[in-house]
Nanobody, 123 residues
Framework: QVQLVESGGGLVQAGGSLRLSCAASGGILSLYTMGWFRQAPGKEREFVAAVAWSGGRTYYEDSVKGRFTISRDNAKNTVYLQMNSLKPEDTAVYYC????????????????WGQGTQVTVSS
């Protein structure tokens, strides 16, 4: 079971950028599909992006395509989410998730989650 720690959240103006990091320990990251989810106040948690353990294919929720980029550095056991052109509706707590041999499609069922990092985008 990997442990995940997110960092990089903060307050940014609309149109700005942030880079989230998710540091993993306790497992071989290359065997895990990694992803980011977010939860805004009063809303359910939703999928944002994922990178598959096999082949490294990436997946994005439609509203972030072209603005967000997920990447992984297996040597550093870290996954990143580069967020550009941020909008107020991107405001949420962002969570990192990891699933060993999972597909991005079922990553929401994974057992490994970070504690979350707050992203606030002001208008």
């Amino acid at each position: 079971q990997v442990q995940l720690v997110e960092s990089g959240g903060g307050l940014v103006q609309a149109g700005g950028s942030l880079r989230l990091s998710c540091a993993a320990s306790g497992g071989i990251l290359s065997l895990y599909t990694m992803g980011w989810f977010r939860q805004a106040p009063g809303k359910e948690r939703e999928f944002v992006a994922a990178v598959a353990w096999s082949g490294g294919r990436t997946y994005y929720e439609d509203s972030v395509k072209g603005r967000f980029t997920i990447s992984r550095d297996n040597a550093k056991n870290t996954v990143y989410l580069q967020m550009n052109s941020l909008k107020p509706e991107d405001t949420a707590v962002y969570y990192c998730a990891a699933g060993k041999y999972y597909t991005p499609q079922n990553l929401h069922e994974a057992d490994c989650w970070g504690q979350g990092t707050q992203v606030t985008v002001s208008s």
